[in-house]
C-alpha cells in the first residue's frame, strides 16, 4: 500500500534515529477496501510488494538510485538518511511459505513470520526454508523464525503462563522458532498486569 520511496524513507528514518534496531516487517494484505481506497489492484499486491522492497533496498544503497520492475519503476532517486544497519533493514515476511515467498525470503529476507501457532506448519516452513537457504548458498543459521506462542491453559480454561513457558514455548523452539512472540492481551489484560507479565518473560529468558 506504500509507495517505495516513502517506506524507504521512514523506515530508513526510524532505523538511524534508533541507532540501528529497526525490524521491518511486511505481509501481502487481506482486505480489499484497503487496496481499491488508494486506488491499487488487489491481484497485484504480492508483485508488487516484493518489488516495492526490492526498490527499498535500491534505495538504502547506492545514491542516486534507479529501479525498474513491473509494478515499481524510477530513476536517479535519493534516499537520506541511510540505515544505520549495514545492507539496510532486515527484513521479516509475515506470509504462508509458498515457493514464490520462499524465493523472496532467501533473496531479501532476514526471517520468516508464520501466520498462526500450529507447530506442525512451524516445523515444515522451518525446513523448507533452511533447506531453500542452503540451496542458494545462505547460512541457514541466520535465517530467524518468529512464532506466536500458544498459550496453555488450566484445568478452568484460563491461560496459563507456568505451564506456556514449560511446555508450549519449548515446542516452539524445537519446531524452528529462534524468536517466540506471546500475545499479550491473553496475559495483561489491564495495563498494571504488563510489567509482571514482562518481567516473567525475562526470567523465564
Do not use: Y
Not at 50 to 72: K, Q
Not at 96 to 103: L, N, Q, V, W, Y
Not at 134 to 152: I, M, T
Not at 182 to 196: M, S, T
Amino acid at each position: 500500500l506504500r509507495p517505495a520511496l516513502l517506506l524507504a524513507k521512514t523506515v530508513a528514518t526510524l532505523d538511524a534515529l534508533s541507532g540501528g534496531r529497526v525490524d521491518l516487517g511486511v505481509g501481502v494484505g487481506w482486505q480489499a477496501e484497503e487496496f481499491s481506497a488508494t486506488g491499487r489492484r488487489i491481484g497485484l499486491r504480492t508483485a508488487r510488494m516484493h518489488d516495492t522492497l526490492r526498490a527499498c533496498r535500491a534505495l538504502w544503497g547506492a545514491s542516486p538510485a534507479s529501479f525498474r520492475s513491473e509494478t515499481v519503476s524510477f530513476d536517479s532517486l535519493w534516499c537520506e538518511p541511510r540505515p544505520v544497519q549495514p545492507g539496510g533493514v532486515p527484513i521479516w515476511f509475515g506470509v504462508t511459505p509458498s515457493e514464490r515467498h520462499i524465493a523472496a525470503i532467501v533473496e531479501m529476507g532476514a526471517g520468516w513470520m508464520p501466520v498462526g501457532s500450529d507447530l506442525a506448519a512451524l516445523r515444515e516452513g522451518a525446513l523448507r526454508l533452511r533447506t531453500a537457504f542452503v540451496a542458494a548458498g545462505r547460512d541457514p543459521a541466520s535465517l530467524g523464525v518468529r512464532a506466536n506462542v500458544a498459550p496453555a491453559r488450566d484445568a478452568n480454561g484460563r491461560p496459563d503462563l507456568d505451564r506456556t513457558l514449560a511446555e508450549n514455548a519449548p515446542a516452539a523452539r524445537e519446531a524452528g522458532a529462534t524468536v517466540l512472540a506471546f500475545p499479550i492481551a491473553a496475559w495483561a489484560r489491564r495495563p498494571e498486569d504488563l510489567a509482571g507479565f514482562l518481567t516473567r518473560l525475562a526470567r523465564a529468558s
